[in-house]
């Protein structure tokens, strides 16, 4: 399974509303995960389960979609926010691939 | 909490071996999925090697089959990552990541990461 984001690079502003898709080649079920990525950072998990909001996540975050697209929203962008963004399909059947990503940058 | 820390990393010729390890702690080790993904300089995420809490299941993306070998130790809380015969695409850094529970699941802590450089 092979997964594409769009845009590869989105130009925001603080306290915009934004929108990153990702879509799948194959059936992925619900078995999705988006990841945040500061520069010289580890991966940070943000949503499991396409819509799941990890533990201590802001609620600014949300999730959807039950493939093969799914959609991460930012509904009020914040400084801290800008970052690169990652989609993760886990499904048994097709082991562990990524998006390749989407950059938040500062409009 | 959780902590991994990689280590291992280095600058090593084309056709070389490096193996890095990964020390985990403030979690029962051996009852969790461990991987490794890699990160091309300036480029996306990568997944390598996966392997089961209790080491029987394995699996490798395939431009990592018959070079690497994923294995852990769980009397020490350490995950190893053999990589044999590398080439220059091999570059990156390599994170290790736990999984929430099961093998097939997505990654919920992560290390800082290793830089692997393959250069003559």
């Known amino acids: 399974i092979q997964l594409t984001q769009s845009p590869s690079t989105l130009s925001a502003s603080v306290g915009d509303r934004v929108t990153i898709t990702c879509r799948a080649t194959g059936s992925t079920g619900p078995w999705l995960a988006w990841y945040q990525q500061k520069p010289g950072k580890a991966p940070k998990l943000l949503i499991y389960?396409?819509?799941t909001l990890e533990s201590g996540v802001p609620p600014r975050f949300s999730g959807s979609g039950s493939g093969p697209e799914f959609t991460l929203t930012i509904s009020s962008l914040q400084p801290d926010d800008f970052a690169t963004y990652y989609c993760?399909?886990?499904?048994?059947?097709?082991?562990?691939?990524f998006g390749q990503g989407t950059k938040v940058e500062i409009k | 909490e959780v902590q991994l820390l990689e280590s291992g990393g280095g600058l090593v010729q084309p056709g070389g071996s490096l193996r890095l390890s990964c020390a985990v702690s403030g979690v029962t080790f051996s009852r969790f999925a461990m991987n490794w993904v890699r990160q091309a300089p300036g480029k996306g995420l990568e997944w390598v090697s996966a392997i089961s809490g209790k080491g029987d299941d394995i699996h490798y993306v395939d431009s990592a089959k018959g070079r690497f070998i994923i294995s852990r130790d769980n009397s020490k809380n350490t995950l190893f990552l053999q990589m044999n015969n590398l080439r220059v695409e091999d570059t990156a850094i390599y994170f290790c990541a736990k999984a929430r529970a099961v093998l097939f699941d997505y990654f919920d802590s992560w290390g800082q990461g290793t830089l692997v450089t393959v250069s003559s």
């Open positions: 993760q399909q886990y499904n048994s059947f097709s082991p562990w691939t």
């Open positions: 389960t396409a819509s």
